[in-house]
């Protein structure tokens, strides 16, 4: 005897469920690499700042270095650090958001699953629905 067919309401919402883990790990992700990012600049402004104004500092421009002013140098990577700052906090947000959502949506499907019932009906079509 074969298992039940899983109702298309549930697959559904396990299909949002899954969306939604994708996301969440999309942006752990993108907080990862932007937290390197973010360790690697940190890094190489400290090492900066320990010379002198007079040494010859340079920059990376694809493949090649450019002579530059340590000063202006300065200036970027500190405006980098405090970028990914910015950008980090935002991620963490989103990340905050979405783990709500899924423990949201793991709750309506436990719910949904015990009490075995069925979602409401969807809203009735509207006159821009193309299939009418």
């Given at each position: 005897?074969?298992?039940?067919?899983?109702?298309?309401?549930?697959?559904?919402?396990i299909m949002?469920?899954?969306?939604?883990?994708?996301?969440?790990?999309?942006?752990?992700?993108?907080?990862?690499?932007?937290?390197?990012?973010?360790?690697?600049?940190?890094?190489?402004?400290?090492?900066?700042?320990?010379?002198?104004?007079?040494?010859?500092?340079?920059?990376?421009?694809?493949?090649?270095?450019?002579?530059?002013?340590?000063?202006?140098?300065?200036?970027?990577?500190?405006?980098?650090?405090?970028?990914?700052?910015?950008?980090?906090?935002?991620?963490?947000?989103?990340?905050?958001?979405?783990?709500?959502?899924?423990?949201?949506?793991?709750?309506?499907?436990?719910?949904?699953?015990?009490?075995?019932?069925?979602?409401?009906?969807?809203?009735?079509?509207?006159?821009?629905?193309?299939?009418?």
């Amino acid at each position: 005897m074969s298992a039940p067919q899983m109702p298309p309401w549930l697959q559904e919402q396990i299909m949002k469920l899954q969306q939604s883990q994708q996301n969440l790990q999309s942006i752990m992700t993108q907080r990862q690499h932007l937290e390197m990012e973010k360790a690697e600049t940190e890094k190489a402004l400290e090492e900066l700042k320990k010379i002198t104004d007079t040494d010859s500092v340079f920059k990376q421009a694809g493949t090649v270095l450019i002579k530059s002013d340590k000063k202006i140098l300065v200036d970027e990577l500190e405006e980098k650090v405090e970028l990914s700052k910015t950008r980090s906090t935002v991620l963490e947000k989103q990340e905050v958001r979405v783990k709500e959502t899924l423990k949201e949506q793991e709750a309506k499907i436990t719910e949904m699953m015990k009490s075995g019932a069925t979602p409401p009906p969807p809203p009735a079509a509207t006159k821009d629905n193309p299939r009418k």
